[in-house]
């Protein structure tokens, strides 16, 4: 009892200081999660053992995951899953597991049709939707149309990547598997159902609930808690991981309440956000071996890279080709696939199925965490660098250099000016409009003649 209080004293200890430490870095550019993530690292059983992985600590770890996945399917729209970007997200995901499945088939100690190659093909394939909501709200991202491409591309990046773990991670017999998953959707289907026919009838139950959402017996969080811990403790039961329970009551939780709750959403957030996402960081932070990444770096910086080529560049070809967001600029598209590269949870999840078989050493999984790790600083970052580069036409540049090949000095001075400009015009606004983050302007500059604009979407209460 000792050790897990002192333990989860230290990881509040860390929740409290990484946001602090986080605020006083100009620019904010490194989220307070890649923070979390060395923190438990450094504190952890392969740091200085300040903070171990009990039994305790874990469960409580789990329902931060829980957590962590349940606001993620509660953000997601069915429309963002079924719409024509929607569908050419799930195609491009596709494309992705078919990539990652050749790179680990020519991968010279993997096999992928082993449990540990299996397990890095579904982790190159993962978009942190979980992980990114939080910053993409941040930054006023979401609600904006990368935001609606990031949740397009990025729900079937978290989503699939849950199923493929349960098909192909499982030791059981596939048709056991997919008989599994059926009666899991079934029971998932009558948690939505029930109280959505209770609501319809009006009975004492509902009523009851409806009426002490907000007094002592908080009745709607109540609810929720059962939705959620039920459906990952039947996960559980079926031996299925919990963040397929979890992404589900999500699912459910918004197809009950359509068009949202804040106080409800208010409640569940510092729930999570508060107290138990932050310490799920930690956790996966104290499970990395830094040693075990010093003695590795070139499989660290080759994963990040095959990160980029199976997920990243895939999903800028299918933005590029889409009939709605090939409209989209270059600098657009890649900050949709640089966001939707970012990769954590699932990495832990799968890595942790296949340490737990035998099939990948706890020094490689490491790695791969680390690795994950890293994208959560890096993809973001790279996004919020490239959403703010604002640039004048690239296009009208090369065409200005094959027009005159020998001005080429003077046709990049001259837009490397335009930029400038750009910058300038864009600082006097953000000045001007008090806004407390850039990202929260949607950049759609033309230069066409030389005569620059910028425009600025409205808030949409993100």
Not at 204 to 209: C, D, E, G, Q
Not at 319 to 339: I, K, P, Q
């Amino acid at each position: 009892m000792a050790i897990d209080l002192v333990s989860l004293a230290l990881i509040s200890l860390v929740s409290v200081a990484c946001p602090i430490i986080a605020g006083l870095i100009p620019g904010k550019p490194i989220p307070e999660t890649v923070l979390l993530l060395l923190a438990g690292a450094l504190l952890g059983p392969h740091g200085l053992g300040a903070i171990q992985s009990t039994d305790a600590i874990n469960l409580l770890s789990d329902l931060g995951l829980a957590f962590l996945f349940l606001l993620a399917g509660y953000e997601i729209s069915p429309k963002s899953l079924t719409g024509t970007e929607g569908k050419r997200g799930a195609v491009t995901w596709a494309v992705t597991f078919a990539i990652a499945f050749v790179v680990v088939a020519i991968w010279p100690t993997l096999s992928a049709f082993e449990l540990d190659g299996l397990a890095v093909v579904i982790a190159l394939t993962t978009t942190a939707m979980g992980t990114l909501l939080p910053i993409l709200q941040e930054r006023g991202i979401l609600g904006t149309r990368m935001g609606n491409e990031i949740i397009a591309y990025g729900t079937w990046g978290e989503l699939l990547p849950i199923i493929a773990m349960a098909l192909l991670l499982s030791t059981r017999a596939t048709w056991q598997t997919v008989v599994i998953l059926l009666a899991f959707l079934a029971i998932a289907v009558a948690a939505a159902a029930v109280p959505k026919i209770a609501e319809r009838i009006g009975g004492y139950v509902h009523r009851f609930i409806v009426a002490n959402a907000n007094t002592n017996t908080q009745m709607v969080i109540r609810s929720v808690n059962l939705l959620l811990i039920g459906l990952t403790a039947v996960s559980a039961v079926f031996d299925l991981d919990i963040v397929l329970g979890a992404f589900a009551a999500g699912f459910i939780l918004r197809y009950l309440i359509p068009t949202g709750d804040q106080t409800m959403e208010m409640k569940h957030n510092a729930i999570a956000y508060g107290f138990l996402v932050p310490l799920f960081f930690v956790v996966s932070g104290a499970k990395v071996d830094v040693r075990a990444i010093g003695a590795q770096p070139e499989l660290l910086v080759l994963f990040i890279l095959l990160l980029l080529f199976v997920r990243a560049l895939p999903i800028f070809v299918g933005l590029s080709t889409g009939r709605e967001s090939r409209t989209m600029d270059v600098r657009e598209r890649l900050t949709v696939a640089f966001y939707c590269t970012t990769a954590l949870p699932i990495i832990v999840a799968v890595t942790s199925v296949a340490v737990s078989a035998e099939a990948m050493s706890q020094q490689t999984a490491s790695v791969l965490v680390a690795a994950g790790g890293v994208t959560v600083f890096l993809m973001p970052l790279l996004a919020s660098v490239m959403a703010h580069s604002v640039n004048a036409d690239l296009g009208e540049a090369l065409h200005e250099i094959r027009e005159q090949p020998r001005a080429v000095a003077h046709i990049l001075a001259e837009h490397r000016r335009r930029e400038r400009e750009l910058h300038r015009q864009l600082k006097a606004r953000l000045a001007a409009a008090g806004a407390r983050h850039a990202d929260t302007f949607d950049l759609t500059e033309r230069c066409p003649g030389g005569v620059c604009t910028i425009a600025d979407t409205e808030d949409d209460g993100h």
